[in-house]
């Protein structure tokens, strides 16, 4: 298994902690002026999503971990598991809820997302940055409204839940920002 | 700045002084990496390698031997494997050597020189003095003198830093206490005031004298603002075979650890044996004052080229 030394380390960087894979977030160098040089690292967890601080002696090394970001085509979800597809391999993933996580409420057949791959299991899904949804439920809107003013709620066929300008109507196209979960615009 | 301390070693009738950069022997402090070059020609036409000084200290200290009186210097040092915030392989040292002064009467004018530059760019509070023990008590609650490395380790601990799984494993405070050091205590040094650590562990004196007693104190110190280290000082030991044991000792601790071994500097031992006056010395990171001056957090704010971009 290849490792790397604390000189390795950089922000990105995938290793073992603690028997899961996590992403080196930052890593400093502290030295007394006259001692040990120490390695002070915050690495997340890439099963938590937590952020852990470890010190190590400068030179010491971790294993790498096994993992990839790969682009993915979202096929199905059978209930429990979220089929993705490799475009170029065309090999098959399934991702468990933990994986998926939020990230469900924005995930529509054919879109492309970024799977994280650990030993070739789903880690976790990043959507894409924008996702066009139908509305399937919303008041009623109010003609002569422009985008201006406090907007209503809107479910879209996915599951997902945004707030939406007055004039937005059942049934229509949006285009929003999975990141902030927002309405961007009519598509 | 570098007009303000020339102006401010000319008033005290301080020497500046050039030593060389490049030398046949290197410091066998485990803790400091030379790098190597290699001259071929005249004096060695098949060649010798020549190590980048970590510091100018052992050739001042010649020029003191031999009478120069005190004496300054700025110029560039280089210490392998040192990269980061704080730290970039190549770095400006500003290093001094006054004769007839001890620690404290050092320390004093370090400040005074610190606070000078400064003035402009920092308000600084009143400066505080802190021995390494009391810095231990105040901020780890244990006596670094006393303490072992259980003790240490629960400290740790107790202040969630995750230490190394090997250092759990053995028994050497030294390492302990560096990790403490650099880990809890030096981040609350030196806010927003000058704080001098003194009175170091006897392991730790370097190339400090050691004040015989219950424990043996090395009168060395140390100088920090806002968290960053930015001198380290000296009552210059001046006995030329206590010197040779201890570099023997280093040569030691860098074959355990697997370093590579360095001549010892013979022209040094030579000069002490012939006789250093009384003197204390102190070296600071020239890059790291401005650094604070400029309100900066990070070395590469500062140096034009950094490692990364050299």
């Not at chain 1, 979960?181 to 009519?186: A, D, F, H, V």
């Not at chain 2, 020497?15 to 803790?31: C, F, G, K, N, Q």
């Not at chain 2, 219950?214 to 100088?223: K, Q, S």
């Not at chain 2, 006995?239 to 360095?262: G, I, M, N, W």
Request: with cysteine; hydrophobic share 40%.
């Amino acid at each position: 298994m290849a490792t790397y030394s604390t000189n390795d380390f950089k922000a990105g960087l995938k290793v073992m902690i603690d028997n899961s894979p996590g992403a080196v977030v930052e890593n400093e160098f502290v030295k007394p002026g006259k001692g040990q040089a120490f390695n002070r690292v915050k690495i997340r967890n890439l099963k938590t999503g937590r952020i852990i601080e470890r010190t190590f002696k400068s030179g010491d090394t971790l294993e790498a971990a096994d993992v990839v970001d790969v682009e993915m085509q979202f096929l199905y979800n059978d209930g429990e598991f979220f089929h993705f597809m490799n475009p170029v391999t065309y090999e098959q993933f399934g991702a468990d809820k933990t994986a998926v996580g939020d990230t469900a409420k924005w995930l529509k057949e054919q879109d492309v997302c970024i799977i994280t791959l650990w030993n070739g299991i789903p880690l976790s899904v990043e959507p894409p940055h924008t996702v066009i949804l139908k509305i399937v439920e919303t008041d009623p809107g109010l003609k002569g409204d422009t985008s201006g003013g406090g907007g209503k709620p809107a479910t879209l066929e996915t599951g997902a839940v945004v707030r939406v300008p007055l004039f937005i109507q059942n049934g229509e196209l949006i285009k929003c920002n999975t990141r902030t979960g927002e309405y961007i615009s009519r598509a | 700045m570098l007009t303000g301390i020339r102006a401010f070693f000319s008033e005290r009738g301080v020497l500046e002084v050039e030593t060389p950069y490049l030398s046949a022997a290197a410091t066998p402090d485990p803790a400091l990496l030379s790098f190597t070059t290699r001259y071929t020609g005249p004096l060695f036409p098949q060649g010798q390698t020549l190590y980048l000084h970590t510091s100018p200290e052992f050739p001042m200290k010649r020029l003191l031997a031999a009478g120069s009186g005190s004496i300054y210097q700025i110029c560039k040092v280089f210490r392998d494997g040192e990269a980061g915030r704080t730290h970039n392989p190549e770095f400006t040292l500003l290093e001094w050597y006054r004769t007839g002064l001890d620690a404290a009467q050092l320390m004093a004018e370090v400040e005074s020189l610190v606070r000078q530059m400064l003035d402009e760019h920092v308000t600084l509070a009143a400066s505080e003095k802190l021995t390494y023990r009391e810095a231990f008590q105040r901020h780890a609650n244990l006596d670094p003198h006393t303490a072992t490395a259980e003790d240490f380790a629960q400290a740790a601990r107790a202040h969630e830093i995750h230490a190394p799984p090997a250092m759990l494993t053995h028994h050497d405070v030294a390492i302990w206490r560096d990790l403490l050091l650099t880990h809890l205590i030096e981040p609350r040094l030196g806010q927003g005031r000058l704080t001098f650590l003194y009175d170091y562990p006897a392991s730790q004196a370097s190339l400090a004298r050691v004040r015989p007693g219950t424990p043996p104190l090395a009168e060395r110190f140390e100088l920090y603002l806002n968290g960053t280290e930015l001198a380290n000082g000296f009552h210059e030991l001046a006995d030329a075979s206590e010197q040779r044991t201890r570099f023997e000792r280093q040569l030691h601790a860098r074959s355990t650890e697997h370093l590579p071994s360095v001549p010892l500097d013979e022209n040094l031992l030579a000069a002490l044996a012939s006789g250093l006056p009384d003197c204390s010395g102190v070296a600071l990171g020239f890059d790291r004052l401005t650094m604070l001056a400029a309100g900066a957090k990070s070395l590469g704010e500062v140096i034009a080229f950094p490692l990364d971009r050299a």
